[in-house]
């Protein structure tokens, strides 16, 4: 059974950093896109960036380019989320979601996450 664990979130002020991790346990990662997402109240959910995984890409969302990094631990089978120079717009119930790299569909590099796994999600609350 795929099982995503998302911690790390939290109260940070605006400016601050968090790491995001996910834990994936039931598959490898090997054949594995990941994706980190995001949505705040009254929102629909956007995608924040993701890794894929036989284009050697990496995507970001032009809200959040220049202040995260994602990457892949296979080895301790943990996907991270770095943040940095959080804004209050940030504040967001985070959510990992891994889905097979076999599956494909628009809008990319989002769609396909659709049909994945995801996890229960973490809160990060950015203060002005």
């Known amino acids: 059974e795929v099982q995503l664990v998302e911690s790390g979130g939290g109260l940070v002020q605006a400016g601050g950093s968090l790491r995001l991790s996910c834990a994936t346990s039931g598959f490898t990662l090997d054949y594995y896109n990941f994706g980190w997402f995001r949505q705040a109240p009254g929102k629909e959910r956007e995608g924040v960036a993701c890794?894929?995984?036989?284009?050697?890409?990496?995507y970001y969302a032009d809200s959040v380019k220049g202040r995260v990094t994602i990457s892949r631990d296979n080895a301790k089978n943990t996907v991270y989320l770095q943040m940095s120079s959080l804004k209050p717009e940030d504040s967001a119930v985070y959510y990992c979601?891994?889905?097979?790299?076999?599956?494909?569909?628009?809008?990319?590099?989002?769609?396909?996450?659709?049909?994945?796994?995801w996890g229960q999600g973490t809160q990060v609350t950015v203060s002005s």
């Open positions: 979601s891994a889905v097979s790299e076999t599956v494909v569909g628009p809008p990319e590099p989002w769609g396909p996450f659709s049909f994945g796994s």
């Open positions: 890794i894929i995984r036989r284009a050697s890409t990496i």
